[in-house]
């Protein structure tokens, strides 16, 4: 199954959801209604028409039954609206700082930040719940823009960098796959059945007191109201566990496409079977998130279980797997916790081998390759090796990275220069990154400094100033990966500053005409990811347009990277035109002619965007047949197509050599 069919899925698991949310709810309010009426049946005066007031009371039972529902559920929803970093704060996590001096932290910053250069979207915010002993994890958030990432202390300290790394795959794999976004309608959903039980039970904690007559036939009311709302809200229970179930199989199985070794997943469940803290949190607040943890947080009951049994997740990675190992390994928990804090703890297969102290010396300099200085960056003049993917291939790697993939984003991070990345990691320099970026290939840099001066005052232009100089040293495949590192830190700038760079940023690709469309797509991808993250929740739902409703937009942004990504008119229109053939087969299409590209572009990609799955597919597919068309493809027409993808919220991983 490739993306756009997650994508699908995604959809039809939502409209699936809707319907059984909707059947839940008219069950909860014709059981309420039938309480009302039995309860005004047994207290009816004599004299009264029953039908009357039997009729007028189940009108009005439902209409506020259902806004009870109504309002919890919206009140839920509106109060995730912040994103990611909304959820993982309300249950205590601390975001980690750019600057952070803790090993653990800092390991784990560069596993997520390899993931997203890996996966080919931005960096998700990093928080970790530090009063949590026990081994979980979660991704929350609408969109990539928005996303972020939980990881307990007990996992940092308990996991090897292999297990921790297949953790952190496994949450990407929720986020690439579209599972956030379903994930927080669950939650809202649930939360208004839960209000409708707690509704009815406010009602008899204090109309215990009430007169014989009206005050029997309210509590009767109210306790049919709180049964029926809490008996919702476990049969909401049961619809999130069966939909949480399937989808952590398809996690795990994506975790190992794209870590080192499938040993890394299947270690960390095994500490989770085998080490006393397991995966239960202890926070109480956990039960409505309880379907996005890694592992069940909450011990629930084979029927209510988000989570497939441990043994069942292992056996899927692990065919040959002995649960006996975890009796083993449960003894061996102490050499775990007498590690250093400051040094990489043994893994599970290195325990049970018996391996872990001759692995010492190779867990340090693992953990060394987490804290050194990275290497000189590589010389931009130096082309390297892109492969040139057929059109299916391109497809089919949307969202789906690889292992060498993750090694190509490790060397990628390792290779950025230090004051890059620290400037990426700082929150008051990662917007001087982002301008230094997209002035750094201009003729001239003085008219967009001076711009920077007058809109953002003379402090952001001698910063921007600063690190022009080594920006301009960046190798191509460089400059993507430092724009998805600076997202965290980007995010946590006011909003009206983001809103003031982003206007100096697109006066900036309209200074002189000379930008290219490189730099206008690195540009528009920042820009889309921070509004995203300015407001959750607007981007990355799949859309329901077809291609033939978008043509003059499909093909106007064919021709612009055609065009830009060909010297020569012919073999511009020739890869146009074999571009063109894919998104509409059996019509000869002329190139248009755009010059006004970014004006058009800027109007164009939000339309692009509300395609359908299957639409976007057949759009990825032409413009990987245009980008190819000769025979090769630079570096720079490869992230062009790779920030193209991203603009389309179609992620695509590194187009590198095997």
Known sequence: MNFFEHQERARSNSRRML?????????????????????????????????????????????????????????????????????????????????????????????????????????????????????????????????????????????????????????????????????????????????????????????????????????????????????????????????????????????????????????????????????????????????MLFGDGRGYSALTATHPPIVDRIRRIEPRFDPMALTRLAQLEREVAAVDRDHEPPSAAELISGLAAGSAGSRRARAASDEQSPPPSPDPSVSTAVMVPTPAQVVARIATPGVEHVDYATAIRAALPPVLRAAAHMRDRAIDLLLALLISPMPDHEPALALISGQLGEGRRKGTFELIGVVSTLHPAQRMPLVQIAMPALRRRPPQELAAMLACVDAMVHLDGRIDVLEYALARMARQQLEEALNPGAGGRPGDAKLPARRIEALGLLAVLARHGHSEADKARRAFAAGAAVLFPGTAEGMPNIDEWPAFLDAALPRLDGLLPAAKETLVEALATSVGHDGQIAVAEAELLRLTCALLHCPLPPLITA
């Open 19 to 291: 319907v059984l949310f909707g059947l839940s709810v008219l069950a909860v309010v014709a059981a309420i209604n039938a309480v009302v009426l039995l309860v005004l049946g047994l207290a009816a005066e004599p004299g009264k028409d029953p039908q009357v007031s039997s009729g007028a009371a189940a009108v009005a039972v439902t209409v506020v039954t259902l806004a009870v529902i109504a309002c919890g559920s919206l009140y839920k929803i509106f109060s995730l609206r912040g994103g990611g970093g909304a959820v993982a704060r309300a249950l205590g996590g601390t975001l980690v700082s750019g600057d952070t001096r803790d090993f653990h932290l800092r390991r784990l910053r560069n596993v997520v930040e390899e993931m997203a250069i890996a996966s080919g979207m931005p960096v998700p915010e990093i928080y970790v719940l530090e009063q949590e002993s026990a081994i979980n994890a979660f991704a929350a958030g609408h969109s990539t823009g928005d996303a972020a990432i939980a990881v307990t202390r007990g996992a940092l300290e308990h996991l090897s960098r292999d297990e921790l790394q297949g953790v952190v795959a496994h949450e990407f794999s929720h986020i690439l796959n579209g599972d956030m976004r379903l994930n927080l309608q669950l939650m809202g959903m649930i939360f208004g059945l839960l209000v409708l039980g707690l509704t009815g039970q406010k009602v008899l904690e204090h109309m215990r007191g009430g007169g014989r007559r009206e005050g029997g036939a309210i509590l009767l009311i109210a306790l049919g109201v709180m049964i029926f709302g809490y008996l919702g809200m476990f049969l909401g229970r049961l619809i999130k566990a069966a939909i949480s179930r399937q989808r952590e199989y398809l996690a795990d199985a994506s975790a190992v496409q794209f870590t080192r070794l499938s040993s890394g997943l299947s270690g960390a469940l095994m500490k989770i079977g085998a080490f006393g803290a397991g995966s239960k949190l202890v926070n109480d607040d956990t039960e409505e998130v309880a379907h």
